[in-house]
């Protein structure tokens, strides 16, 4: 399939993940549009953008990472499979154990998860939700701190830098 093929599938398949699901006060679609909508701005591959849009749906849906592999290959899987929040007990604990799969996983799954974070900073400034901006800016220092690779996604992380302030 090509790559125009591959994002309209994830697209369709996140949809129908979420369901019902929403994002604040909008459908989950908004949310996934945006983020797929920052992986544009930077360099990125069909692939990245198909991971884009299925971000959530393994840590928020009951779709299984084995189920995107045989719908969209074990490219798009690897970086959902890595930017899906891992266990914990807590959201400091899940996050901690998110970014340490991140930090071994591929450029491509890094920058998927830093345009979710783009996305979400974009969003709660938008929305007027300075309670989550205001936990996201918490977080940023140790994000950067594990994800930050020199050279890696630089106009990137140039970004997140701007908006954190």
């Given at each position: 399939?090509?790559?125009?093929?591959?994002?309209?599938r994830a697209?369709?398949?996140?949809?129908a993940?979420h369901?019902?699901?929403?994002?604040?006060?909008?459908?989950?679609?908004?949310?996934?549009?945006?983020?797929?909508e920052?992986?544009?701005?930077?360099?990125h591959?069909p692939v990245?953008?198909?991971a884009?849009?299925?971000?959530?749906?393994?840590?928020d849906t009951?779709?299984?990472?084995e189920?995107v592999?045989?719908?969209?290959g074990?490219?798009?899987?690897?970086?959902?499979?890595?930017?899906?929040?891992q266990?914990?007990?807590?959201?400091k604990?899940?996050?901690?154990?998110?970014l340490a799969v991140?930090?071994?996983?591929?450029?491509?799954?890094?920058?998927?998860?830093?345009?979710?974070?783009?996305?979400?900073?974009?969003?709660?400034?938008?929305?007027?939700?300075?309670?989550?901006?205001a936990?996201?800016v918490r977080?940023?220092?140790?994000?950067?701190?594990?994800?930050?690779v020199a050279g890696e996604?630089?106009a990137?992380?140039?970004?997140?830098e701007?908006?954190?302030?």
């Open positions: 399939m090509n790559g125009d093929e591959l994002v309209e697209r369709a398949r996140a949809i993940a369901g019902d699901q929403r994002y604040g006060d909008q459908p989950y679609r908004v949310h996934l549009e945006h983020v797929e920052v992986v544009r701005r930077f360099p591959t990245m953008r198909a884009a849009w299925l971000h959530d749906a393994v840590e009951p779709l299984t990472i189920e592999a045989a719908e969209l074990d490219e798009v899987a690897a970086i959902v499979a890595a930017v899906t929040d266990p914990g007990a807590n959201r604990e899940r996050k901690a154990r998110t991140l930090r071994a996983a591929s450029p491509e799954a890094r920058a998927v998860k830093l345009a979710d974070r783009i996305a979400n900073l974009e969003a709660s400034r938008r929305n007027g939700r300075d309670d989550l901006f936990m996201y977080e940023h220092v140790e994000l950067r701190r594990q994800l930050h996604h630089d990137q992380w140039t970004l997140l701007s908006l954190v302030g």
